[in-house]
């Protein structure tokens, strides 16, 4: 049942790239392969300052987002950047409450309430989650993550959970295929059927094929590995045919 959701593989940039890294069609390429655009969507999330010169999604299939956004429409909140604006600017989803962005402060109801200003501003939310290598030691990976999502999540039609341990993100360190399908089980119990449930942390085209198999992982979010587009089609590629 859960693998005839669409997968979804999703390149988080973060602070990285400037106007030469918008893409030419030929670039976008090889993101799809045969007839893989019937199952997968490809998401690349650039800085803001780059979504409305990347190349428009519906020409090539690749869909934007952005990384985090306020919640609020408009205001004086300096520096911030509403799910109204994201979206005006060609973004179909935003991450929200990844573990960078909650280290720096965002709460279980900041988070919460990005992802309903996403849902509000016509966006789906990633809903970022995940445990600290402490936590995990400790034995409490599933309750804390249980808890963030009982936290984080608003009442949603549409929204994607992403499980990042945090202790597997930039670290090359990637949680075992075992320890991941533990958890996705748990997170599938939780939201139900037609979610999806992303897995972030060191995600790679070495790993991608033996994480993407698992039966409640509908995709990756993906940072340092999705800044070359060789390697994230090779991500793309390893998404198993339904
Ligand atoms: P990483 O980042 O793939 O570089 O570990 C993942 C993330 O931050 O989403």
């Known amino acids: ?55 428009d999604p519906e020409q090539t299939g690749v869909l934007l987002g952005g990384q985090d956004c306020h919640a609020e429409t408009s205001g004086a909140h300096t520096g911030k950047i509403s799910a109204e604006m994201l979206k005006d600017a060609g973004a179909s989803y935003v991450i929200v409450g990844h573990s960078e962005c909650r280290a720096a402060g965002d709460t279980d109801a900041d988070v919460n309430a990005k992802a309903k200003a996403a849902a509000r501003a016509g966006i789906i939310p990633i809903i970022c989650v995940g445990e600290t290598e402490a ?62 449930i992303l897995y972030g942390g060191s995600v790679k085209p070495a790993n991608a094929e033996s994480l993407l198999a698992l039966k409640n992982v509908n995709g990756a979010l993906i940072g340092g590995a999705g800044l070359e587009m060789e390697s994230l089609a090779e991500i793309a590629k390893a998404a198993p045919q339904p």
């Open 135 to 196: 936590e995990r030691n400790k034995g409490k990976a599933q309750a804390v993550v249980s808890a963030q999502i009982k936290a984080s999540l608003p009442k949603l039609k549409d929204y994607v959970i992403a499980y990042e341990p945090v202790w597997a993100i930039g670290t090359g360190k990637t949680a075992t295929p075992d320890d991941v399908d533990e958890m996705h089980n748990a997170i599938r119990e939780q939201v139900g059927a037609k979610v999806r």
């Open 1 to 55: 049942m859960a693998k005839k959701l669409r997968t979804l593989i999703a390149a988080n940039w973060k602070m990285h790239g400037d106007m030469s890294w918008v893409f030419k069609p030929a670039d976008f390429a090889g993101l799809y392969h045969a007839d893989s655009r019937k199952h997968l969507d490809v998401l690349i999330c650039p800085p803001a300052t780059l979504l409305g010169s990347m190349l």
